[in-house]
């Protein structure tokens, strides 16, 4: 009976010293993603908007470039040189609910970052944004001195005359690919090509769209964590354990004093019609937005864990939160229109088109 007693009064202490643990380990993270939030807000909700809420609207001003006298666009992304016929995609604006987004002033764009180094780190979507941000910029200053270094692994285009250097440094997931005996291996614990990164004064991330490769489609032979080669893992756990990579390079290598980070948020693909409620359809023979109020598909689980992740990191990293005013522009994709590439291209986006809005977004985020 005694030893009965003295186990049960065991097993009593302990579950009250986990429901304890528990507690404080939940107003932990509570505490660490309020702090987050007080971060994050002070530009995410800058003068008390939040300019990721809102909705498209025609403007006859828009596109904010001609796509024929920018030198930098890539033919993938040139959808009305290579025959797109319509062009009411190019007339949308982005605009938030409770404020105005400020228009991109390319001149006073670089008189701020004059003599800053700039630089976008991602995949194919980072090329997109990297060349729309110099093609408006460009626009504003048709006259200035330009070099365009354009390379497989590193392009550049300065702005002699306001000593603007913009970086693109392409790579499929931030966390290292290499190639070894066994094949090529995707390593999640691995950033070497983040020397490349340091000594900038604003850098761009994006990574997400390469993670869902699979198959034949996708660039590596194993996964690996520490010392374990996988054949394969669940995409989502394995971004997520890239991302908290990416998270803790961050940390340890950015002088917020120096560094502006952003990280870009999910850009989606409109392949798939259900999404928007036309089963039948993809972004092919699309000419305008989706008007609803809320997009059928929802938010794509991708998205949280982009925000677990920032809720954990120490350094400031401001969201451009793009996922939601992306999944409206089903029209804005290249589909068929995208230079020599064959098939249907829904992930990627015109230019001139929507990451001219990520760009205003960031414009905003650094002036508004």
């Known amino acids: 009976m005694g030893f009965n007693f003295m186990i049960l009064k065991s097993l009593f202490f302990f579950s009250l010293l986990f429901l304890f643990l528990q507690l404080h380990q939940t107003a932990k993270a509570d505490e660490d993603f309020n702090a987050f939030n007080n971060v994050t807000s002070a530009r995410k909700l800058a003068g008390n908007c939040n300019w990721f809420q809102g909705k498209w609207v025609y403007d006859s001003s828009y ?31 982005w605009q938030p609910f409770s404020c105005f987004l400020p228009r991109f002033n390319g001149l006073y764009f670089l008189e701020k970052w004059r003599g800053k180094k700039i630089m976008f780190v991602g995949d194919s979507l980072s090329t997109n944004q990297f060349q729309s941000l110099t093609c408006m910029i460009q626009a504003l200053v048709p006259n200035s001195r330009i070099s365009y270094i354009r390379g497989d692994g590193l392009s550049s285009v300065t702005f002699e005359d306001y000593g603007v ?22 390593k999640l614990d691995s950033i ?4 490349m990164w340091k000594g900038m004064d604003m850098l761009i991330f994006n990574t997400w769209h390469w993670w869902t490769h699979t198959g034949r489609s996708q660039p590596f032979d194993y996964i690996q964590e520490g010392n374990k080669l996988y054949k394969d893992m669940d995409r989502m756990i394995a971004y997520y354990k890239g991302l908290t990579t990416w998270a803790r390079w961050i ?36 000419t305008q937005p989706f ?21 954990r990191i120490k350094k400031p990293v401001y969201l451009l939160d793009i996922t939601t005013l992306s999944e409206y522009r089903k029209d804005a994709h290249p589909s068929a229109y995208s230079g020599e590439h064959s098939g249907t291209d829904c992930s990627h986006w015109c230019l001139p088109g929507l990451p001219d809005t990520w760009n205003q977004l960031l414009y905003a985020s650094l002036f508004g």
């Open 63 to 93: 596109p904010l470039y001609d796509p024929y006298k920018c030198p930098f666009i890539d033919p993938q992304f040139n959808c009305k040189k290579y025959g797109r016929p319509d062009s009411t995609y190019l007339k949308y604006r």
């Open 165 to 186: 250097e913009i970086f693109l440094y392409r790579t499929q997931y931030l966390v290292d690919l290499v190639r070894e005996n066994v094949g090529t291996v995707l």
């Open 251 to 286: 940390n340890v290598y950015v002088d917020p004093i120096k560094t502006k980070v952003f990280l870009l948020g999910i850009s989606p693909s409109h392949y798939d019609g259900r999404d928007w409620n036309e089963p039948t359809k993809s972004c092919s023979g699309q």
């Open 291 to 311: 008007f609803g109020t809320r997009y059928p598909a929802g938010t794509p689980a991708a998205w949280y864990v982009v925000q677990k992740v920032l809720n």
């Open 192 to 195: 070497r090509n983040g020397n």
